[in-house]
T-cell receptor
């Protein structure tokens, strides 16, 4: 079974610029998650989708971060404008229905200068 | 919200010895507890998980124990090998993993040959 795909793998931008990340979950997985992992810390949830609806976005900095999941499959996460503290790895994960197990993608490593 | 504490932050053991990592959680509604292994620059990978209706689960050299009363769970790795060296994260979730994972801060395990 193919895993969760993410792109790009690396991105370097200057502060105040915008950036977008893409995620393709495992086929058939209805639930999709975006996590932010700052160096030396555990991942922290930014947003959770069930199909194309938002389940939890309580920790998403909505003044600069946005996410969408059109057609309930692929998802994009956008940051505009980026700040230095946004430097982190952005991990996408997906799970199937009510099995609970979350499978992670390889992540996008973002460096904001 | 849920808070997960993880100890120790670093752990070094001789090859062949056992390693134990402990986590505590705060939300009594949490009922799903996975453990992820993350090698440097790679995605978190699920190694074992446990649901609140069981007290222990074992998979070859890896076992997890759960004490719901005390709200703590532990990862046990026996007969450690060099390839066990990585950062290990515990996590907790409600709804049997169909909601966000709250991660611990990670344990860097080093196996000394």
């Amino acid at each position: 079974e193919a895993g969760v795909a993410q792109s790009p793998r690396y991105k370097i931008i200057e502060k105040r610029q915008s950036v977008a990340f893409w995620c393709n979950p495992i086929s058939g997985h209805a639930t999709l998650y975006w996590y932010q992992q700052i160096l030396g810390q555990g991942p922290k949830l930014l947003i959770q989708f069930q199909n194309n609806g938002v389940v939890d976005d309580s920790q998403l900095p909505k003044d600069r971060f946005s996410a969408e999941r059109l057609k309930g499959v692929d998802s994009t996460l956008k940051i505009q404008p980026a700040k230095l503290e946004d430097s982190a790895v952005y991990l996408c994960a997906s799970s199937f229905g009510y099995s609970g197990t979350q499978y992670f993608g390889p992540g996008t490593r973002l460096l904001v200068l | 919200g849920e808070n997960v504490e993880q100890h120790p932050s670093t752990l070094s053991v001789q090859e062949g010895d056992s390693a134990v990592i402990k986590c505590t959680y705060s939300d009594s509604a949490s009922n799903y507890f996975p453990w992820y292994k993350q090698e440097l620059g790679k995605r978190p990978q699920l190694i074992i998980d446990i649901r609140s209706n069981v007290g222990e689960k074992k998979d070859q050299r890896i076992a997890v124990t759960l004490n719901k009363t005390a709200k703590h769970f532990s990862l046990h790795i026996t007969e450690t090998q060099p390839e066990d060296s990585a950062v290990y994260f515990c996590a907790a979730s409600t709804n049997f993993g169909n909601e966000k994972l709250t991660f611990g801060t990670g344990t860097r395990l080093t196996i000394i040959p």
